[in-house]
Nanobody, 123 residues
Framework: VQLQASGGGLVQAGDSLRLSCAASGRTVSMLAMGWFRQAAGKEREFVGTISRSGAITYYADSVKGRFTISRDSAKNTMYLQMNSLKFEDTAVYYC?????????????????WGQGTLVTVSS
C-alpha cells in the first residue's frame, strides 16, 4: 500500500484547507486510516481517524468540531477538511493506514504512512 498526501499550503488564520491522501495497492474501504501531524520541534500527534467501514470517526480534542475526515472510494482517497484554521495547526500532516477494521489514535498501530504535506497557518 502506498499513500500520497497532498493539499498543504500557506493560509491565514480562519481559512479552510482540504488535504487529500491518495491510496494505491489497496482500496481505502479495506483499511482503517488516520491523520497525524508534527509541528517543528514536537512529537507526532494524532489528528483524526476513520474505521474501515467508515462508520466511526474520532478526533483529537484540539481539532474536534473544526476538522472532518471523509473518504471517496471511487477516487480511492481519504480527505481531511480543515476549517477555522489556527496558528497552532501549523505542522506537517501525515496520512496513515492500517490493516484493521478499527480506527486508532496510536501511530504505532499503523502499517503504512504517506510522505507528509506542510500546512502553515499565519496569524
Amino acid at each position: 500500500v502506498q499513500l500520497q498526501a497532498s493539499g498543504g499550503g500557506l493560509v491565514q488564520a480562519g481559512d479552510s484547507l482540504r488535504l487529500s491522501c491518495a491510496a494505491s495497492g489497496r482500496t481505502v474501504s479495506m483499511l482503517a486510516m488516520g491523520w497525524f501531524r508534527q509541528a517543528a520541534g514536537k512529537e507526532r500527534e494524532f489528528v483524526g481517524t476513520i474505521s474501515r467501514s467508515g462508520a466511526i470517526t474520532y478526533y483529537a480534542d484540539s481539532v474536534k468540531g473544526r476538522f472532518t475526515i471523509s473518504r471517496d472510494s471511487a477516487k480511492n482517497t481519504m480527505y481531511l477538511q480543515m476549517n477555522s484554521l489556527k496558528f497552532e495547526d501549523t505542522a506537517v500532516y501525515y496520512c496513515a493506514a492500517r490493516e484493521s477494521h478499527y480506527a486508532s489514535n496510536s501511530p504505532g498501530h499503523y502499517d503504512y504512512w504517506g510522505q507528509g504535506t506542510l500546512v502553515t497557518v499565519s496569524s
